[in-house]
């Protein structure tokens, strides 16, 4: 998706109808939409995700669709602490049938390529590479060169680890240190180079050291993809 699809994706607006959410650790919550069958997205994409049922100050933010469009569902994963802004505050009031709008699907942040890729996930940032590799993995693996996602979470809450770990052809390092994460980021370039693609996912920081490490490793900026979750 080029800047003038997204432009038009951004007026498209529709309804998403809630079906439930679920826990996956202590603060984080998934929940689940209608898919509806005269819409989809390409695993990766984000969308504007809207607030209907009450108002708030800031109705509308960007999330990731975290299920694969071949699930059916949209699925939204998203940290609810205990001081929660009024935005998460009405996704916990969500009752089955109520409506939000989204509007995208947004974003080039898709697996294209058939080349060695190396996922870099933060925390939170797992969420566009969950739909990237159970869409892979729907469509028989068409990416057929080595994909291996590393997930750094420094508490160690790995989300989805049973799905992660149930996808063949992907192999998952998990870390919980910045160092661990620059060796294995670094061992990967220096294997690949920029035979390598390389997708980054998770709070800005992380997201512009990431890169800026892969740069200082001689890996061209057109072989890097970046997901910056503004708000973390
Ligand atoms: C491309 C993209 C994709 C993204 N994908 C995801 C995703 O998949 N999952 C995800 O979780 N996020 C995602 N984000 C980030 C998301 O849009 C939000 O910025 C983020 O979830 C923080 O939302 P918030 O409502 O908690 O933030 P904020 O409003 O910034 O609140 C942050 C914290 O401030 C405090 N606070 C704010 N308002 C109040 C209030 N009224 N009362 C009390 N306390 C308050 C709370 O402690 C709150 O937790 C994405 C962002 C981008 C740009």
Redesign the pocket.
């Known amino acids: 998706m080029g800047f003038f699809q997204d432009m038009v994706a951004v007026f498209k607006k529709r309804a998403l109808v809630f079906l439930e959410y679920s826990k996956e650790s202590k603060d ?1 919550y998934t929940f689940v939409f209608e898919k509806g069958d005269d819409w989809t997205w390409k695993a990766g994409q ?1 969308g504007l ?1 809207t607030v209907t049922h009450k108002k ?3 109705p509308t ?6 299920s694969s469009p071949s699930e059916n569902v949209v699925k ?14 009405a996704l916990l009031e969500l009752k089955p049938g109520t409506k939000m709008t989204i509007a995208g699907p ?2 080039s ?1 898709n697996l294209t390529d058939n080349k060695p890729t190396l996922l870099i996930a933060g925390g ?2 797992i ?2 590479f969950r739909s990237i590799l159970k869409q892979n993995e729907a469509e028989g693996n068409r990416v057929t060169e080595q994909i291996h996602l590393l997930y750094m979470d420094s508490n160690k809450t790995y989300l989805f680890k049973d799905e992660l770990d149930a996808i063949a052809n992907v192999t998952v390092t998990y870390l919980d240190s910045r160092d661990d994460l620059h060796w294995e980021t670094e061992k990967f370039a220096s294997s690949y180079k920029d035979n390598g693609n390389y997708f980054i ?1 998770g709070p800005k920081a992380m997201v512009d050291s990431i890169s800026t490490l892969l740069k200082n490793n001689n890996i061209p900026k057109r072989n890097i993809k970046k ?6």
Do not use: E, R
Not at 76 to 89: L, V, Y
């Open positions: 984080v984000h995700l708030i100050k800031t933010k960007p999330f990731t669709l975290a939204i994963t998203t940290s609810i602490t205990d001081n929660p802004s009024d935005f998460k505050k947004l974003g942040f939170i940032g969420t566009p996912a997901d910056a979750f503004y708000g973390y």
